[in-house]
């Protein structure tokens, strides 16, 4: 029940295209639900995260969208860049507790 | 601002032998927790300390510990260490005890030989 699953595992876009990525959960004490971005050697950079009240946040080129009954949240980055070429982790946190859980890691290409 | 800062940023130890890690949290910033992550997965949780005490573990072994000091900066030690070990040791700071967001330093790469 502390699962976070991700997919894809990689994913390959065309510059200017729309990136998905998804993920699922089970612990429905989850409340709530960040996105980080990792680059080669630093470490992961919060990039967007959103809590089970609202199904959709919108930050610049970046969307959560939220699906409390179905257990599933998705990152869509619109008009991809070659920079945002990078490995992205959905994660989730519990109530009362400091832990995040992390997804397996999804790697994102940009073609130009 | 400076943000999270860790060190050092690499280290080479051999199997058997102990190795400390250092963390200093963004200023103001009370909570630290550490995380483990090995190449091509998520990071996975170690520990949290807020106040100097411990508020969470992970399903790590008694050969990791941490503490916290008094200007909230946080050590995490690891002995007897094993091949398996090998991975980016990550610090992670937030305002207070269950607040979010958290917010990551670049780590620690940790390589057993």
């Known amino acids: 029940q502390q699962q976070v699953k991700q997919s894809p595992q990689s994913l390959i876009v065309q510059k200017g295209g729309i990136s998905i990525i998804n993920c699922a959960y089970e612990?429905?004490?989850?409340?709530?639900f960040p996105w980080y971005q990792q680059f080669p050697g630093k470490g992961p950079a919060l990039l967007i995260a959103?809590?089970?009240?609202?199904s959709e946040k919108k930050e610049g080129r970046f969307t959560i969208s939220f699906n409390k009954s179905a257990k599933q949240f998705s990152l869509h980055i619109m008009d991809s860049q070659p920079g945002d070429s990078a490995t992205y982790f959905c994660a989730a946190h519990g109530q009362g507790a400091q832990k995040l859980v992390f997804g397996q890691g999804t790697r994102l290409t940009i073609n130009p | 601002d400076a943000g999270v800062t860790q060190s050092p940023t690499h280290l080479i130890k051999t199997r058997g032998q102990h190795v400390t890690l250092r963390c200093s949290p963004i200023s103001g910033h009370k909570s630290v927790s550490w995380y483990q992550q090995v190449l091509g997965q998520g990071p996975q949780f170690i520990f949290q300390?807020?106040?100097?005490?411990?508020?969470g573990r992970g399903n790590f072994p008694d050969r990791f510990s941490a503490r916290q000091f008094p200007n909230y900066s946080s050590e995490l030690n690891v002995n007897a260490l094993l091949l398996g070990d090998s991975a980016l040791y990550l610090c992670?700071?937030?305002?207070?005890?269950?607040?979010?967001?958290?917010?990551f330093g670049d780590g620690t790469r940790l390589s057993i030989l």
């Open positions: 300390y807020y106040e100097k005490e411990e508020r």
């Open positions: 992670a700071s937030s305002s207070g005890q269950y607040s979010q967001p958290q917010h």
């Open positions: 959103i809590r089970p009240d609202v």
């Open positions: 612990n429905t004490a989850f409340d709530y």
